[in-house]
Antibody
Framework: EAQLLESGGGLVQPGGSLRLSCAAS????????MNWVRQAPGKGLEWLSY????????FQADSVKDRFTVSRDNAKNLLFLQMSGLRAEDTARYYC???????????????WGQGTFVTVSS | QSVLTQPPSVSGAPGQRITITCTGSSSNIGAGYDVHWYQQVSGAVPKLLIYGNRNRPSGVPDRFSGSKSGTSASLVITGLQADDESDYYC???????????FGGGTKLTVL
């Protein structure tokens, strides 16, 4: 069974940095593109970033483009989100999600992790 | 403000049929990009309901169906049940933004 497990969330001060990780298991990680999605308390889902299976293609939402960086380590089945310049409005639950079929930016996300919560506050 | 517009709320009685719309533009749905639908029970992980406009993953009841026409897509739920009460989100791709985009979400209340 395909599974994703995020880690690395926590409390960080405004302007600070944090790196989130997503550990994949139960599927051939290197064959699928991956995404990060977040949800602020009481708000809707917001897609943040896409990374293709080989890391050759990366897309990011304008809201985080200059502050967040997505990367992956296919040898270790890990997905990362490096976040810097954090703001109060970045407070949210962050999910990693797997594309259903493969390297296609318009794919559905069929497997989601439980999420990791990031709080940006002084 | 999302580029995909959903009604904030819909409601229906048990057994009834409801429709949730997702309205986009020529930059996303109207450009031929697929629409996918998610169900999120309060506080839970989103669950894929419909992918590729009209396809159901295994395990999703056929009470849930999706369609797409022009710049809009729809999720239809028939035989409404109490545990259908959730938030529903559409997802597509926008070529102007070069980004995936979620709709703002629709809260379904079962009366």
């Amino acid at each position: 069974e395909a599974q994703l497990l995020e880690s690395g969330g926590g409390l960080v001060q405004p302007g600070g940095s944090l790196r989130l990780s997503c550990a994949a298991s139960g599927f051939t990680f290197r064959s699928y593109s991956m995404n990060w999605v977040r949800q602020a308390p009481g708000k809707g889902l917001e897609w943040l970033s896409y990374i293709s299976s080989t890391s050759r293609a990366i897309f990011q939402a304008d809201s985080v483009k200059d502050r967040f960086t997505v990367s992956r380590d296919n040898a270790k089945n890990l997905l990362f989100l490096q976040m810097s310049g954090l703001r109060a409005e970045d407070t949210a639950r962050y999910y990693c999600a797997k594309d259903i079929f493969g390297d296609y930016p318009n794919d559905a996300f069929d497997v989601w992790g439980q999420g990791t919560f990031v709080t940006v506050s002084s | 403000q999302s580029v995909l517009t959903q009604p904030p709320s819909v409601s229906g009685a048990p057994g009834q049929r409801i429709t949730i719309t997702c309205t986009g533009s020529s930059s996303n749905i109207g450009a031929g990009y697929d629409v996918h639908w998610y169900q999120q029970v309060s506080g839970a992980v989103p669950k894929l309901l419909i992918y590729g406009n009209r396809n159901r993953p295994s395990g999703v009841p056929d009470r849930f169906s999706g369609s797409k026409s022009g710049t809009s897509a729809s999720l239809v739920i028939t035989g409404l049940q109490a545990d259908d009460e959730s938030d529903y989100y559409c997802l597509s791709y926008d070529r102007t933004l070069s980004a995936s985009v979620f709709g703002g979400g629709t809260k379904l209340t079962v009366l």
